[in-house]
Structure formats: structure tokens, C-alpha cells
């Protein structure tokens, strides 16, 4: 007798990057000399997890009460309105964003697509995505469809992404498109300024022909702050014409993964619909997970609400920020004389290099103790999580496997 219903039969029981994780920690513990460039940590050249010391001294100081309470179900009031100005302060749209807490990132984007796309319709993205994307729109009842990424000159392929979008307003009657950029996960790409204006300017034209969704994935955007404010900038622009969405997230950007606080925020400008909208996010959240980390949205709340502590976290995420932007030029150096093949890659978590065979290719590199994600036609390599002699290891392993 089977319980289970058909479509959750035959799942895999674990995350295939966690997976990757655990076999390289477990080698390691054992005395390989291994290189996990799997998992998306930033980690200081000594290996140590790279922290905040105001992040975590704020989180310590929290009193009990804040801790132990349950939250409001949309989160807490100081937090939403914190995320809100920090984000949209300088654009002159905050008062027309309503916000609600997520646990991280991923939950923003399971709540965008179940508010915005219809059970079995499917999500737009491009052909390189971060892979749980997918399972987030398979839980939901949605599926994911992509477009071509890059064009011949390896730049974003607007014209395939115009064209999708519009089969699915024809075939759906509605578009959500999720882009993650500033610093694509898992190529580390970033959508420059002309980039941003066609495809805004193609979001627009279809706009008058139904209800399109563009959710914009910024959990690392924080890593390119002026790309960042650009993008926020242009979208912002779409807003009354398409609905704008942004998955904020605190993991990166205060490297607080494991609180899991994250937000969805909606710039709209009705003032009825903008309610309509807030009342349909906050019983999603009572329905999908009731409410969040009432510690992570305490901290969150007061690093970016009080001036001195701000301007603390500022200084201190810089350094990280500094730390890893080493590794992308140590990255780009070594690879461009090695004739790897990979995106335009100036800043975040990971990089991609291309490959005829992700699958047969991770595992030569892994019998080298190199462990990288698969993906498809890639291999993704968390430059974040490796030192600067690590690297040069892996482009070695990737010129060896890869190119020959």
C-alpha cells in the first residue's frame, strides 16, 4: 500500500549540494586533502565561517522576552519598516512598498510564486539558476521554464527573454519572471545598466498585455552595492505597470544563514491594490509558516535602524565584501590564463565554468579531492568558500578535466 501521493514518490531524501558538502566534509574528517567549493558560506582564508562582530553582538544582547516571543504573523513592525527604507529609501517609493518577513530568501520566493502564478503555470527564469528553484516551484504545484542567458557574445540574451515572456502571456495569460542579480547564483553575473534597460524596457511592453510579476532575487546584492541600487532604481520605474517584487534576504548580508531571515517586499503604487496584495502576502504567511525568527528580525531591525550600528556593519561588511572581491580578481586572473569558459564574473558567492559534461566532470575532479556542483552545462565553484591557493588548485583541476 502506498501513501504517499504520485507526485512526491521517488523524491531524492537530501539537497544534492548539501549532499556534495557532506562527502567532502566526511573525506576531510578522514585526512584528504579536499577542496570544498560547494556550499554558499563565506568562509576567511583560514576556513573559519567569516562573521560580523556587531551582528553578533546585537543578536547576544537581545533580552529574552525579544527571543523566546512568538512574532507578529507579517513580522515584526521595526524589522519590515527597517528592510523597507534601507532598500527603497533613497528611490522615493517607500511609502509605496508593503513588506512582510520570510524565513530567508527562499521563503520570499515560494511566497511570490504562490501568490502571483496560478497552480501548475510556471515561472520564467533564465537557464542558469540557482537548482532549488526549481524545487521551490514543484512544492507549490507551479513548474519553472527558463530562457537562453547568454547570447553569442556572451551578454544577457534579452531577445530570448522577450520571447518567452511573451509565449507565456499567451499561453498563461500572466509572466512571473525571476532574475537574481546582482550576482547571479550560480555564474556570478551582473546585469550592467543597458543590460537592465532593455530588459525593463521589454518587461513594459509586454506589461499592457497582462499581469506580469518580476521578482528580483537580491540576496547577494549587498556584494555589489552601486549594481545593486541601479537595478533597484530601474525597477523601480516598472512599478504600476508590472508588479515589482524583491526576495531581500539577511543571510549574506549580515552573514546570519542559519537565523533565516529574510523578506518580500512589493512596490505598488495603488493604494487598494497595495492592500489587497498585503492581505494576500500576511494569510500566506500564517499558511505556509506562521511567523519567523523573532531574534534574527530584532537584530536585523536595529543594525539598520540605528546610526552607529549601521555605520559599524557597513565597516565590517566591507571587509567581507573586500575579502571576497580578492578572490574574484585572483579567480579571473588565473582562469583567464588557463582558457577556462565562464560568464562575466565580477562579484558574489560563485562562479560557472562551462562544461560538455557537469556529471562525468565532478566526479574526475572529486577523485582529486575537487569537489563543484554540477549544473547544467557547469560546473559552479564557490570562490567564496575557498582561500587563494585553494583556487589556483581548482583551475588547475577544471584546465586538466574541462579543456582536454
Known amino acids: 500500500m502506498e501513501f504517499l501521493i504520485t507526485s512526491r514518490r521517488g523524491r531524492p531524501g537530501d539537497d544534492p549540494i548539501f549532499s556534495l558538502n557532506d562527502e567532502a566534509m566526511k573525506r576531510a574528517a578522514a585526512g584528504e586533502d579536499i577542496v570544498n567549493a560547494t556550499i554558499g558560506l563565506l568562509l576567511e582564508d583560514s ?9 553578533a553582538q546585537v543578536l547576544a544582547s537581545l533580552p529574552f522576552e525579544a527571543v523566546a516571543a512568538y512574532a507578529p504573523i507579517p513580522g515584526l513592525t521595526e524589522f519590515r519598516r527597517a528592510v523597507v527604507d534601507d532598500l527603497l529609501g533613497a528611490f522615493g517609493v517607500a511609502e509605496l512598498a508593503t513588506c512582510v518577513a520570510t524565513p530567508g530568501g527562499t521563503g520570499a520566493l515560494r511566497m511570490a510564486i504562490d501568490d502571483f502564478l496560478e497552480p501548475n503555470q510556471a515561472l520564467l527564469t533564465s537557464s542558469f539558476f540557482w537548482g532549488p528553484y526549481r524545487t521551490i516551484a514543484e512544492e507549490s504545484g507551479r513548474k519553472l521554464e527558463t530562457f537562453e542567458m547568454f547570447d553569442a557574445d556572451g551578454r544577457f540574451h ?19 519572471l525571476l532574475l537574481n542579480t546582482p550576482c547571479h547564483n550560480p555564474t556570478g553575473y551582473s546585469l550592467d545598466e543597458s543590460e537592465l534597460d532593455a530588459l525593463f524596457t521589454v518587461i ?4 499592457a498585455r497582462g499581469p506580469i510579476t518580476i521578482v528580483l532575487d537580491i540576496a547577494y ?7 545593486l541600487a541601479r537595478t533597484v532604481d530601474i525597477a523601480c520605474k516598472l512599478a504600476g505597470k508590472a508588479l515589482v517584487l524583491f526576495a531581500w534576504s539577511a543571510s549574506k548580508a549580515f552573514a546570519l544563514y542559519g537565523q533565516r531571515v529574510g523578506a518580500l517586499i512589493a512596490v505598488v503604487p495603488d493604494s487598494a491594490q497595495r492592500e489587497r496584495i498585503t492581505n494576500a502576502i500576511t494569510y500566506s504567511c500564517r499558511g505556509l509558516w506562521s511567523n519567523c525568527n523573532a531574534a534574527g528580525m530584532a537584530a536585523v531591525a536595529r543594525l539598520l535602524s540605528e546610526p552607529e550600528l549601521a555605520k559599524l556593519v557597513r565597516a565590517e561588511r566591507a571587509g567581507t565584501v573586500a575579502l571576497l572581491a580578492r578572490r574574484v580578481v585572483h579567480w579571473n586572473t588565473l582562469a583567464t590564463a588557463a582558457k577556462l569558459r565562464y560568464p562575466r564574473y565580477d562579484g558574489g558567492f560563485f562562479t560557472t565554468v562551462f562544461s560538455a559534461d557537469p556529471l562525468a566532470h565532478s566526479k574526475q575532479l572529486r577523485a582529486r579531492g575537487l569537489f563543484l556542483v554540477p549544473t547544467a552545462g557547469a560546473l559552479r565553484v564557490a570562490v567564496c568558500a575557498v582561500n587563494e591557493a585553494q583556487i589556483g588548485r581548482i583551475v588547475e583541476g577544471l584546465a586538466d578535466v574541462v579543456t582536454s
Open 47 to 55: 576556513g573559519r565561517l567569516a562573521v560580523m562582530p556587531t551582528v
Open 158 to 176: 534579452v531577445a530570448d527573454a522577450d520571447r518567452k515572456l511573451g509565449e507565456h502571456l499567451e499561453t498563461q495569460g500572466r509572466a512571473l
Open 204 to 207: 513594459e511592453r509586454h506589461a
Open 221 to 227: 546584492g549587498y556584494f555589489r552595492p552601486e549594481t
